[in-house]
């Protein structure tokens, strides 16, 4: 069922030359695979070996809306920086090491929808202190649904806040969205991505991988 070999991606943007594809057995599954690709030549290559990733608890979703943990199905960049609670374990991207006071915006009344945020009071809604996710946001990755470039602005009640971070539990809780990894093969992932290489997430049941 699963990807173990070459594939096409056929809808990644021609300077894209690194991917990260998580996929599951249908839409209500809250287990996937993780599996990184390189671009060789005209076509994809895997990268290490697939990694056992957690997604949201209410599956892959083509219809992904604030407040329901479902993992937006779709392809995404990487965020251009990276962040955590802990110290930059070694990544390409600028990282900014969380402190008090930080949250990601998930109030679709805010202008500031679906962004990082310093604020001194709660932004209202689903936002998140970022800071007190511990270990969830040890270190993350945003990939970027529901905001630039993907979209030029946030569309409010879209969704907000996915990201690619730390299982919530060392035995792998479902997330709120997200896609959750072991500590060390988060760690594995984000220092592999280049933004150079111009990364981007494909999301996708793996019955309909051939979408992409």
Partial sequence: ????????????????????????????????????????????????????????????????????????????????TMYGIAADPGVRYPYHRLAADEWWNANPDSPHYNSFQRSATNPGGHSEALWREDPAYTHFAVITYNMPPTVGTPVPDAGSGVFLHEFSKAVGNATAGCVGLSHDHLVEVLTWLDPEASPHVVLTPAQHLDRY
């Fill in 1 to 80: 069922m699963y990807p173990t070999g070459p594939v096409q991606l056929t809808t990644l943007p021609p300077h894209a030359r690194q991917a990260v594809v998580v996929t599951g057995d249908g839409y209500r599954t809250t287990h996937a695979i993780l599996r990184a690709y390189a671009r060789v030549d005209d076509g994809w290559s895997p990268v290490g070996p697939p990694l056992p990733a957690r997604i949201g608890a209410d599956g892959f979703s083509d219809h992904h809306v604030e407040g329901v943990p479902t993992t937006p199905t779709g392809v995404y960049a990487i965020g251009p």
